[in-house]
């Protein structure tokens, strides 16, 4: 069998970058006229297959999603929306593949060995790498984030940050703290303004105090961890905390046990996204759910069909278990 020639084949072979490959044979810009006909000519001269350039229909898929994002803290949740990709994939004979990417990487570089002809972005991700995704002549589609002049897949952050917030006023809660302030990421900040919505409607006003802030992706247990021990030394601890995602409350429900705090006795804990361990926490974790493998559906069909709304909500639902009914109990002093 005759071997495929690869965009990196070529590559190699014109002393050029990928990237500038792919600019060539695409008949993007950015390259001058001598390089682009030296490229399609040792493309030809190599055997490149041509016509997948000349069939406007997807064929293979690319799921891009941050490097930092890692498996305590990202992948519950990121791991069963790319299976609800690779299943529309399947469905659809269209091959998918997966590439971490950070700030510091050749974004046009990466994304171009594995030559797809489309690209689904999933969470946060630098400005930096959304300006260089615009460069990029390719259908490109976003899930669990927003940016300008993309088709956006988003559970309804909003919402859910407002239903689990007046749960909470509606036990009795009244210092009700967010753990989770992240100013970078748009699902987060679509839930702070969702807190502060119920709380506003309640009308309980709170210190800055109880609103933690948190890098986007780095480091984010020990800053979790950090942030709940700052809430619980406050002069009056909160009695209840939403949590920007199901991972950060277990965190801070393990806090509360290391530091003698009863959940939800002494403290009430929410979450958000529903993730497994959620339901298999002690107590069983109240949340707010996402279905999370329709996200990556939702987001699929927006990416391929190119129809309908850019900017897409996907419903919540509030779960309510035992890490939140009641009243506080009177504070009690701790040791």
């Known amino acids: 069998m005759m071997k495929k020639t690869r965009i990196k084949d070529i590559a190699t072979a014109c002393g050029v970058s990928i990237a500038a490959v792919s600019r060539a044979l695409k008949g993007q810009p950015g390259l001058s006229d001598e390089t682009r006909q030296r490229i399609l000519s040792i493309a030809e001269a190599e055997g490149y297959d041509f016509s997948r350039l000349r069939n406007g229909r997807i064929k293979r898929l690319l799921f891009l999603l941050h490097r930092h994002h890692n498996i305590a803290s990202a992948l519950p949740f990121y791991s069963t929306v790319m299976l609800g990709v690779a299943d529309a994939c399947r469905e659809n004979d269209i091959a998918m593949s997966f590439q971490p990417v950070g700030p510091e990487d050749a974004i046009a570089d990466l994304i171009a060995l594995h030559q797809p002809d489309a690209i689904l972005c999933a969470g946060y991700l630098e400005p930096e790498i959304i300006g260089e995704l615009r460069k990029i002549s390719l259908p490109v589609a976003l899930v669990d984030l927003w940016a300008a002049d ?138 707010v759910a996402v279905d999370k493998r329709e996200l990556g559906r939702d987001a699929f069909r927006l990416l391929v069909t190119g129809e309908g709304e850019r900017n897409l909500l996907l419903p919540v639902r509030l779960v309510i278990r035992e890490s939140s009914p009641g009243a506080p109990s009177p504070l009690r002093p701790r040791s």
Request: with cysteine; glycine share 6%; proline share 8%.
């Open 150 to 287: 993309f088709p956006c897949v988003n559970p309804d952050n909003y919402h859910g940050g407002f239903v689990v917030t007046r749960h909470l006023i509606e036990q009795g809660r009244r210092r009700i703290a967010f753990l989770g302030d992240a100013h970078h990421h748009y699902s987060i900040r679509q839930r702070l303004e969702g807190y502060q919505q119920a709380l506003f409607e309640a009308g309980l006003s709170l210190p800055a105090q109880y609103r933690v802030e948190m890098p986007p992706v780095r480091e984010i247990e020990q800053a979790l961890t950090e942030g709940m021990e700052t809430l619980l030394s406050l002069p009056q601890p909160p009695d209840a905390i939403f949590a920007y995602n199901d991972v950060a409350a277990l965190i801070a429900m393990r806090i509360c046990a290391r530091k003698g705090y009863r959940v939800p006795e002494d403290i009430a804990i929410v979450g958000f996204d529903d993730i497994d361990a959620a339901a298999w926490a002690y107590p069983p974790l109240t949340t």
